[in-house]
């Protein structure tokens, strides 16, 4: 089963910040993190393990909510350079990286 | 370095036309795997490996084969392509772990057209 990421859209002013959710279904394990920008192929931004572990990007921080099965990525002081789609993928141990994305959030950062 | 190659950047086929869509990496990873992105549907799993000689299906696999017989190479086959097969495709690799915890580095993408 696919994530399910909130909001499907958002439209920011440069400066501002903006919040991205994404919710299992199922118990999570790990969380992973791409933007896309529009043509292009999917970019890392960040890896979130269940124990906390995290790999990704310096300027943008997620968090990782076992409980609730949820993670959000934060993305603080907007650039014109965040502008793209950001999808959410779930991993499962012994998943072999198998990795199940979301539908996406498509974020518009305007002057 | 050039990471992960796919070939053709796009293609127009007619309905029944069988065709393949080339991926290679250089970055000697284990896992591989082939996604097709459709509006409104994110990136969806169509086959993945883990090594050459093993492969196995993800969400949407029918219409579509996959072999690997090299770490570097991993084609993705449509046997008939169908109208509903027109998509832009992308194949991804990672090194492989077992904690899913490596991200995954993509390809530029084939799009493809079925008329």
């Known amino acids: 089963q696919q994530p399910v990421q909130s909001p499907q859209a958002v439209i920011l002013r440069e400066g501002e910040d903006a919040v991205i959710n994404c919710s299992s279904s199922?118990?999570?394990?790990?969380v992973h993190w791409y933007r896309q920008k529009h043509g292009e192929a999917p970019v890392f931004l960040m890896i979130?393990?269940?124990?906390?572990e995290q790999k990704g990007h310096e300027k943008i921080s997620a968090s990782f909510n076992e409980k609730k099965q949820q993670s959000s990525l934060y993305l603080t002081a907007s650039q014109l350079s965040y502008s793209g789609t950001y999808f959410c993928g779930t991993g499962a141990p012994g998943g072999y990286q198998k990795v199940t994305f979301g539908i996406g959030t498509k974020l518009q950062v305007i002057p | 370095n050039a990471g992960v190659t796919q070939t053709p950047k796009f293609q127009v086929l007619k309905t029944g036309q069988s065709m393949t869509l080339q991926c290679a990496q250089d970055m000697n990873h284990e896992y591989m795997s082939w996604y097709r992105q459709d509006p409104g549907m994110g990136l969806r799993l169509i086959h993945y490996s883990v090594g050459a000689g093993i492969t196995d299906q993800g969400e949407v696999p029918n219409g579509y084969n996959v072999s690997r017989s090299t770490t570097e190479d991993f084609p993705l086959r449509l046997l008939s392509a169908a109208p509903s097969q027109t998509s832009v495709y992308f194949c991804a690799s990672s090194p492989w772990t077992a904690n899913s915890n490596q991200p995954q580095h993509f390809g530029d993408g084939t799009r493809l057209s079925i008329l």
């Open positions: 979130l393990l269940k124990g906390g």
């Open positions: 199922k118990a999570l394990y790990s």
